[in-house]
């Protein structure tokens, strides 16, 4: 029998899932425990999970909060799809614990683990047989508090105009140099890892996860001469806004505010990055060319 006490912990975040992969998330659990692993579950998610699955065993205890985390750290499995990844990140924020994905629906980019995939899953993280890629994030800041702890993001920053309102002028400057003023729906700032996300949408570049730039994606430009910018992820870009409207909408992924177009916004890296795990076999390539068939064609 393994001492517990000297065994790794291991997080599981989520908020639901389906039917269909309710037997994959009992071999997930099965197998850590067999591994004596300390499991810790986020307890709204464990609260669901009591109320489909019963039978199963208990597990060492829960967690709600980021504050939660400091003493448990570990390694996380995020249960669900690239938006459950991203919750996850406001909970581990700059703690030492690296970040799983497991995809309880399609392949994604961030939870990029398939169902089939967890035996090996368990089997990487027990034997520390694992990759790690260390992901930049973005951190927007103004003169007005609009995401209070959570003022960071994995994909992008945006600010786009109100639905009831005409498009918007942005003035942008980069270290202090007046870059441009954008007449359009929005502006998206985008990390490498945003590159294959909303900023792709409206034509902005694919990056390599370590290519240490960011882009700048106008959307729906009235100058359509606006194309997409890459910068250096040292620099600070610097916003100030014009609506007739009075009011803008600002991203940071999933979570959104309104704010006063009088506010001055700064986009710069974050001070940590969030370490992502990888299975031996997938890489950033192998994800495009799964996810957006990249490079396909029907002649061959």
Not at 159 to 176: E, F
Request: proline fraction near 4%; charge should be negative; hydrophobic fraction near 40%.
């Amino acid at each position: 029998m393994t001492n517990r006490e000297n065994n790794k912990t291991v997080l599981i975040f989520g908020r639901g899932f389906s039917e269909s992969f309710r037997g994959s998330f009992t071999l997930l659990l099965d197998r850590l425990m067999e591994e004596q692993a300390r499991i810790f579950v986020f307890e709204p998610f464990d609260r669901f999970i009591r109320g489909c699955c019963p039978d199963l065993p208990a597990w060492d205890g829960t967690f709600k909060k980021y504050e939660d985390l400091r003493d448990l750290k570990g390694v996380m499995f995020s249960i669900g799809g690239d938006g459950t990844f991203l919750e996850a990140i406001t909970m581990v924020r700059d703690l030492p614990v690296p970040l799983a994905g497991i995809n309880s629906g399609h392949l994604g980019f961030l939870a990029d683990i398939s169902g089939d995939e967890i035996q090996a899953a368990v089997d990487a993280v027990m034997e520390d047989a694992f990759q790690t890629e260390e992901l930049i994030l973005l951190r927007v800041d103004s003169e007005k508090t609009l995401f209070g702890e959570l003022n960071f993001a994995l994909n992008e920053i945006t600010v786009h105009k109100r639905d009831d309102s005409s498009m918007i002028r942005v003035h942008a400057w980069l270290n202090g140099e007046f870059l441009n003023t954008y007449w359009a729906d929005g502006l998206i700032v985008a990390t490498p890892t945003g590159s294959t996300a909303y900023s792709l949408s409206v034509g902005g570049p694919l990056m390599l996860p370590d290519a240490g730039n960011l882009v700048l994606s106008p959307i729906a430009p009235h100058n359509l001469t606006m194309r997409p910018l890459v910068f250096k992820d040292s620099m600070i870009l610097t916003l100030k806004m014009e609506s007739r409207g009075g009011n803008l909408l600002v991203t940071a992924d999933s979570r959104s505010v309104v704010m006063d177009h009088s506010l001055e916004l700064t986009i710069r890296k974050a001070s940590f990055r969030i370490t992502t795990i990888r299975l031996r076999g997938h890489n950033f390539y192998q994800t495009l060319r799964s996810k957006l068939m990249w490079g396909a064609d029907k002649r061959n």
